[in-house]
């Protein structure tokens, strides 16, 4: 951890920190991967949204969330007005992942590997520089809190950190249970309304 701490402290701006994770040495499963998938949309957006980790759709196409699960995302953005391919900074959203590239068997990643790019993910935030985070279930809370426990955790802003953040339920744990959508939409309507409110 320390390492990465380093490694991502050293990055001065967004295509810095893509090659500090191209070059870090422990990151796992980078073989079994086509390719890094670093992030998708619109660097500088005022609302980055944070996945887990690139699935089969993403490892192909080297962009975050084009799968089912990102056909899902796309339409709840859509419902707060936000849209990934508008550059404009009242529609515009960035997007990235916990984990960058994709693990077999689409597993989800451990503890101490998520305690291991989380350093990655705070510079990253950082350097995109948005006003609110979206955390979308619970690899990113437990990368940015230490926590998992989405179900508890969902619709109460974390504000102990340098932004703002929404834990919210993943867009794939929706689609297997789609009883958490009524939950889904009051957090993006706080997200909306505080991004509103400037
Ligand atoms: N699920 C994620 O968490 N991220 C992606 O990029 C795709 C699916």
Known sequence: ?????????????????????????HIRHREGARRIVFSGGTPGAPLM??????????DVEGEPFVGVSGQLLDRMLGAIGRDRRDPGADRGVYLTNVQHYRPPGN????PEEVA??????????????????VAMGNTPLRALTGQAGITRRRGTWI???PV?????FHPAYLLRRPEG?????????AIRDRLAAG
Not at 119 to 131: G, K, N, Y
Request: proline share 9%.
């Open 116 to 133: 291991m790019l989380a350093p990655f993910l705070r510079r990253h935030i950082a350097l995109a520089a948005p006003r609110i985070v």
């Open 164 to 168: 703002p953040v929404m834990p919210t």
């Open 107 to 110: 597993a989800t990643p451990e």
């Open 49 to 58: 949204i944070v996945g887990e980790a690139p699935g089969r759709d993403e």
């Open 181 to 189: 959508k009524a939950g889904a939409w009051a957090d993006l309507q």
């Open 159 to 161: 504000e102990d950190g």
């Open 1 to 25: 951890v320390a390492e990465a701490e380093a490694a991502a402290g050293a990055a001065g701006d967004l295509a810095a920190l893509r090659a500090a994770i191209e070059a870090f040495p």
